[in-house]
């Protein structure tokens, strides 16, 4: 149908949107270790790997629409995946 079809591109536009932004980031610089992440070259790959329609999508597009906050980030991540071991 016409709105699968609305859905569908819009997830591949919200997905190029990452892999561009993932390319971008500079890993090197010198940054808080709060906000240390190891770089991970299969990122993409498994983005790519999220089923389209996925509550997990949902999560990308909605935190790539707005700025938010770490704390508002942090709870939906939470919902969708659990708690972080560390």
Known sequence: TLRIMKLWHQAVKE???IER????IDFSLDISPVFRVKH???LASKLEAIPIFSERIRIVDFASRALLSDTALTEAM???FGQQEE
């Open 40 to 42: 991970d070259a299969d």
């Open 78 to 80: 939470i919902k969708l």
């Open 15 to 17: 997905l190029n949107n």
């Open 21 to 24: 932004g993932i390319s971008e």
